[in-house]
């Protein structure tokens, strides 16, 4: 090392150039030991620039010195060093380490030469040496954006070229990027949709919200996170056109694992739904007669008789084969055939409804499914309606044919709850009315005809019996079991035919019902004739008892029953609370919504609603929390053998405690003897009906054996 000799007057460009050589070596010593990057470089790569450095700022000094002035401002140097460095691959943190130590190795120097340099040229070394750094930040910060801005490009490239759709979001699940395919898909583009909300721009049909799964929630909370999987959906473009589409959705996270957005991608499956949904149709439909195959019908005839069961309804299978069709492929050809059997299905699907199935069972055989009626004769009138329109002459290119077809029929509940066992039912009726010539229709069973038409007579028989006076009411009483106390009673309806005596409730009851309006004029009548009887009790000085009043599905979905319900009570004077409505489970399982509207009318009116037969609707018991009624009457299969049956006994005390939890009363029905009472009792139910306690019985035997002038009549159940 030189010894420089104390002066005054140091000039920094003299020191760099005595002692250049010395400055580098122990720089080279000192980075070799601090950056594992400069360690294995030749010497010559390891200086790389810097001589040229130190050249240019002792030639800056020397300047400075010559013009006579403090100092100068610093130029701009090489950036070579720099460059060649990020090539090496050296970091940022690296070559301003280096420019750190070169700094050091200088000032140690001065201090061990013991050169004085004044303040204006330290200022100009510190300036000098600040612009290398800054230069060297420069030349990283250009050359990172030179390789973001391609690595932008290359994916801008990509995302251009892909047929997918791709959206990005921020963390704050706004839009930041749709690449062309979802501009298409979407039917926004970038500019309109950049930072709006995503659930703006991406809609599903059913909830618009948007189409994201929970990678974007789990993102956000941080939980962890599973491999995404495709999800079927439709996306709603902005016109309006639901597109389907597989989506895959995946959070964009920092180094740190902060959210930084999310990336959804969705591809567009309408070629390969249109491609599937052709194969299912053919499948599943005659491509000819575009009707539903035999499968189809199968399933949907299941599906009918499930809820046939829950709504008290009939479903009928009408098996339907053309006459002498094969003459007709024979004579005329098989284009004409094909033309006719197009028009026999046109014909067939103008005489159902829209809810019920004309399927095409191959040859010239068709099978009809026909749900959710209730009344025999419209079975009838429909097959009569078949036969005729299929009577009708058909022009087919000029040709006119005279079509006949043989019927064979079956229905539930009466032939068959098995939906195969109906469809074999109506081949068998089938095979008969083709064996009985042309233009034939039978019914399953060789005496459906004669049952068909003693049903027909009976509805017109009861729809006679209001007028000449044919019906009567019984009232059956019912009692508290921890007091023995009447606390009611239920009015019965009681037929004696003029012929054939007293006619069973159970059978014309169902022939009402299915008629509709003969129902709600019974219903009517009966509810009249209860509050009448009331009127009558309390005029006689009778204590008032509550009367119970079944009610049917005719009556309830009836426009003006609740109207006319109010105008009863009011004409007789009845308290509203000393009459309860009787509804069965099946009844408000078929509509409950609408029995909910129903029922929250007639309780607006002051009356009490049970719910009778409960537990018989095998549904969910979600229904009740919503629905105004006052009691539960326990249906009598649970009832029989109570002291023998368990499972019996268990549904009891869960129905008793569910009604104790909604604030409702349980009525048991159907008790026939004391034991079947005390165990009701030890169950808490609160009351109970049945022969054990008295048969349904007439107004005037009901007054004299349970009224008392102002007081309940008691009846010990011990």
Known sequence: MTNARPADKTRLHRFLREEYETILREWESCNRQTLASSRNL???????????????IADQAERASTLGVATVAPQKGPQGHAQERWQLGFTLEEVT???SLLRQTILKQLATGHYRLSTPEMVLLNASLDQAVIEAVNTFVSRERHELENERRRLEVILSSIADAVVCTDAQERVVYLNPAAETMTGWSLSKASQRPVREVLITQTDRNALMSDWHRDAKANTELQEPSPEAMLLQRRSGELVPVEQLSAPLRDDKGNLLGTVITFRDMSTLRAMTSRLSYLAHYDALTGLPKRTLLQDRLTQAVTHAQRNNSMVAILMLDLDLFKQINNVHGHTIGDMALKAVAHRLKDCVG?????????????AILVSGFTRFRFLCDLAEKLTHHLNIPLVADSHTLHLTAGIGISLYPDDSADPETLLHNADIALNQAKSLGRNRIRYYAPDMNQWAQQRNQ??????KALAKDQLSLNYQPQFALSSGQLVGSEALLRWRHPQQGWVSPATFIQVAEESGELMVAIGEWVLEQALQQSRDWRNKGYHPVPVSVNLSLAQLRHSRFVRRAQQLLQEYQMPPQLLQLELTESIILNDIEGAQERIQELKALGVNIAIDDFGTGYSSLSYLKDLPVDELKIDRSFIEGLDSNQSNTAIVQAIVRMGQSLGLHTLAE???????ADILKDLCCASAQGYHFSRPVTADIFARMFLTQGTLHSRSTN
């Open 670 to 676: 159907g008790v026939e003897d004391q034991r079947t």
């Open 354 to 366: 829209p809810t019920d199935t004309v399927s095409y069972l191959g040859g010239d055989e068709f």
């Open 97 to 99: 380490r280096e420019y």
């Open 458 to 463: 009976m509805e017109n028989d009861l729809s």
């Open 42 to 56: 030749p010497r010559k790569e390891l200086r790389n620039n810097l001589p040229t450095i130190l050249h240019a």
